[in-house]
T-cell receptor
Framework: DARVTQTPRHKVTEMGQEVTMRCQPI?????VFWYRQTMMQGLELLAY????????DSGMPKDRFSAEMPDATLATLKIQPSEPRDSAVYFC?????????????FGQGTRLTVV | QKEVEQNSGPLSVPEGAIASLNCTYS??????FFWYRQYSGKSPELIMS????GDKEDGRFTAQLNKASQYVSLLIRDSQPSDSATYLC????????????FGSGTRLQVQP
């Protein structure tokens, strides 16, 4: 059953703490996206990797967020220090570039609450 | 101007009717277009992709693309209450560095 796996599913943390979210892309996919979804802003792109190399992280607050792909089976998104305004659902999606486009498949998301 | 625009809705249609969802995009050189469905509290699910002008049909769903007008639409025939969800339009630019950009979504309500 090929699917994107995200951990943890839920995270409650105190302001100032470090948060690490993990994503296992679908085996064989060469593209990974990180999105943040809130009611007010919708789905916002945070980072985009192709063959583990970052192509676009312009939407990510660089002072506190970082995204990496240590290997092809793991993508991480880290927030340090976390703030209440970071509360949102964070989605990872993976896809395989085929010709013109990339069909992205989403994980179940990490619901982050920063208190 | 947002890169991808959708009417937030809600769009309310009776069961069995055709639901028409629309999306416009600003980047004229965009090449790939996608429709996702998102149920409340769940993750987006890919339902259609379209790359060329014209119509593409898959079951009860038809995606329509008009690049000259920078317009993408999704038609849902014989709408069912289970189709009630938020529908997200996504667009990808023509270069490898451009990621997938989403609209804010249209909430569809199918009334039994």
């Amino acid at each position: 059953d090929a699917r994107v796996t995200q951990t943890p599913r839920h995270k409650v943390t105190e302001m100032g703490q470090e948060v690490t979210m993990r994503c296992q892309p679908i085996l064989g996919h060469n593209t990974v996206f990180w999105y943040r979804q809130t009611m007010m802003q919708g789905l916002e792109l945070l980072a985009y990797f192709r063959n583990r190399a970052p192509l676009d992280d312009s939407g990510m607050p660089k002072d506190r967020f970082s995204a990496e792909m240590p290997d092809a089976t793991l993508a991480t998104l880290k927030i340090q220090p976390s703030e209440p305004r970071d509360s949102a659902v964070y989605f990872c999606a993976s896809g395989l570039v085929l010709g013109q486009g990339v069909e992205a498949f989403f994980g179940q998301g990490t619901r982050l609450t920063v208190v | 101007q947002k890169e991808v625009e959708q009417n937030s809705g809600p769009l309310s249609v009776p069961e069995g009717a055709i639901a028409s969802l629309n999306c416009t995009y600003s980047d004229r050189v965009s090449q790939s277009f996608f429709w996702y469905r998102q149920y409340s509290g769940k993750s987006p699910e890919l339902i259609m992709s379209i790359y060329s002008n014209g119509d593409k049909e898959d079951g009860r769903f038809t995606a329509q693309l008009n690049k000259a007008s920078q317009y993408v639409s999704l038609l849902i025939r014989d709408s069912q209450p289970s189709d009630s969800a938020t529908y997200l339009c996504a667009v990808k630019g023509d270069t490898g560095r451009r990621a997938l950009t989403f609209g804010s979504g249209t909430r569809l309500q199918v009334q039994p």
